[in-house]
């Protein structure tokens, strides 16, 4: 299986040894991006504006390989705060999704210094 990488500008940098995405056998992966505004390093405060922020850096990686999140199929996101943010962080999500949505896990996870983290798999035709 052949697979490559994908690095853009428009999304905040790997912060180690791994890459923003991979597509391998026809379905793209892409790494858990966090809140970072990719130009100024920034992270805004509440779990709905860090949730903008993560899917636009995720959409970013799907564009740097000509893909959308129309194209998405699975999405697995962690919050730092499951019970109190989810709300917010669903609204969020559903104003940016279509439908029909892809499937879903949200899970509570201990995140370094941030409240919300996303990665996806979509299919790439």
Do not use: C, W
């Not at 992966?29 to 100024?40: C, K, S, V, Y």
């Not at 899917?55 to 998405?72: F, H, M």
């Amino acid at each position: 299986m052949t697979r490559s990488v994908i690095h853009t500008a428009d999304a905040p940098p790997p912060a180690g040894p791994y890459s923003q995405g991979v597509l391998g056998g026809g379905l793209f992966f892409t790494a858990g991006f966090g809140p970072q505004d990719p130009e100024t390093g920034e992270v805004a405060e509440t779990v709905g504006e860090q949730t903008r922020q993560v899917l636009r850096n995720v959409e970013a990686a799907l564009k740097a390989q000509g893909l959308s999140l129309d194209d998405v199929v699975k999405v697995t996101a962690y919050l730092q705060h499951l019970k109190r943010d989810f709300e917010e962080y669903n609204a969020v999500y559903g104003d940016v999704f279509a439908q029909p949505y892809p499937a879903r896990t949200t899970v509570g996870a201990e995140l370094y210094d941030i409240l919300v983290e996303i990665d996806v798999v979509a299919v790439a035709s």
